[in-house]
């Protein structure tokens, strides 16, 4: 099983970046998927989930409304698209389901 994120750049405060996440060796439909975050020194912290047959979505308070966490099944892939970025939002992000994680991605968000 292999995760890899994408996506990850700099933006300013106000801007957009959408993140992906593909999988191989493994089917997200099946299983829960999350992002995750960590800054520097911080703890790493939920910030989307999306639920396998339904793809019920959740989101950590601090992104709710600015970020959006989409499946497309026929790519195997998830998205997490960042809206109205905050430089609070720079973090290394990474893609989870079951035991499995990705490398990261790292989101840079200043003027």
């Known amino acids: 099983v292999e995760l890899v994120e994408s996506g990850g750049g700099f933006s300013q405060p106000g801007g957009s970046l959408r993140l992906s996440c593909t999988g191989s060796?493994?089917?997200?439909?099946?299983?829960?998927v999350r992002w995750y975050r960590q800054s520097p020194g911080q703890e790493r912290e939920l910030v989307a989930d999306?639920?396998?047959?339904?793809?019920?979505?959740h989101y950590g308070n601090s992104v709710k409304g600015r970020f959006t966490i989409s499946r497309n099944a026929a790519k195997n892939a998830v998205y997490l698209q960042m809206n109205r970025l905050k430089p609070e939002d720079t973090a290394v992000y990474y893609c989870?389901?079951?035991?499995?994680w990705g490398r990261g991605t790292l989101v840079t968000v200043s003027s």
């Open positions: 060796g493994i089917t997200f439909e099946q299983f829960i």
């Open positions: 989870q389901t079951i035991s499995f």
């Open positions: 999306i639920s396998p047959l339904d793809g019920a979505t």
